[in-house]
């Protein structure tokens, strides 16, 4: 099946810093990807998506300036968490699919901690 | 908009027993319905799926689930469940939109306890 990878599996960082998160489709090209968030004991909320050589699509009540997201080429997507703060520590997870998918392809998640 | 319930946020079983996953969902149109497990500290692993079709799915594990359009339903079942699936599970809806599928809505999950 296919396979999607994210870096870094776990990054702890200081309030005010910014974290980029690294997605990337390792055999397949693309051309949407999905950006979700799990606190502790909760379920995944959709925050974004994004395709490829375009700008995302926010979910409701996500701040695109906090949560940068870009889907430059068809194999990578980054999220990037500006000015992070404690409560941004969460589990993010992305997912993705190609042009005319059915099904997207989840990574293993990365763990942010902000202190 | 859409949404997914999943009534039973913690349900106990004993290894052996069979084992019943509850998802009601709300969509405009047919949906994309998918069954995902998830161990502590770990991301998602895709149990079943159902695009169209027969509407009694299978999956990894043993799993089972049957799409009922009337009930608006996709329930999850196993005849034997086993000390390892121990885990949470979460039911998804999706749509389709630019010729692929839409992100996903996720239900609350349901943690699974299984009892020796």
């Known amino acids: 099946g296919a396979v999607v990878s994210q870096h870094p599996s776990r990054v702890i960082c200081k309030s005010g810093t910014s974290v980029k998160i690294e997605c990337r489709s390792l055999?397949?090209?693309?051309?949407?990807m999905f950006w979700y968030r799990q606190f502790p004991k909760q379920s995944l909320m959709l925050m974004a998506t994004?395709?490829?050589?375009?700008?995302?699509?926010?979910e409701q009540g996500v701040e695109k300036d906090k949560f940068l997201i870009n889907h430059a080429s068809l194999t990578l997507s980054t999220l990037t968490v500006t000015s992070a703060h404690p409560e941004d520590s969460s589990f993010y997870i992305c997912?993705?699919?190609?042009?005319?998918?059915?099904?997207?392809?989840f990574g293993p998640g990365t763990r942010l901690t902000v202190t | 908009a859409q949404s997914v319930t999943q009534p039973d946020i913690h349900i106990t079983v004993s290894e052996g027993a069979s084992l019943e996953l509850r998802c009601n969902y709300s969509y405009g149109a047919t949906p994309y319905l998918f069954w995902y497990v998830q161990s502590p500290g770990q991301g998602l692993q895709l149990l079943l799926k159902y695009f169209s079709g027969d509407t009694l799915v299978q999956g990894i594990k043993g799993f089972e689930a049957e799409f009922k359009r009337s009930q608006s339903s996709f329930n999850l079942r196993k005849p034997s469940v086993h000390w390892s699936d121990a885990a949470e599970y979460f039911c998804?809806?999706?749509?389709?939109?630019?010729?692929?599928?839409?992100?996903?809505?996720f239900g609350k999950g349901t943690h699974l306890i299984i009892q020796p």
């Open positions: 994004s395709n490829e050589g375009s700008k995302a699509t926010y």
């Open positions: 997912s993705a699919r190609g042009r005319t998918a059915y099904e997207q392809y």
């Open positions: 998804a809806v999706g749509g389709r939109s630019g010729g692929g599928a839409d992100g996903l809505t």
């Open positions: 055999d397949f090209q693309a051309t949407t």
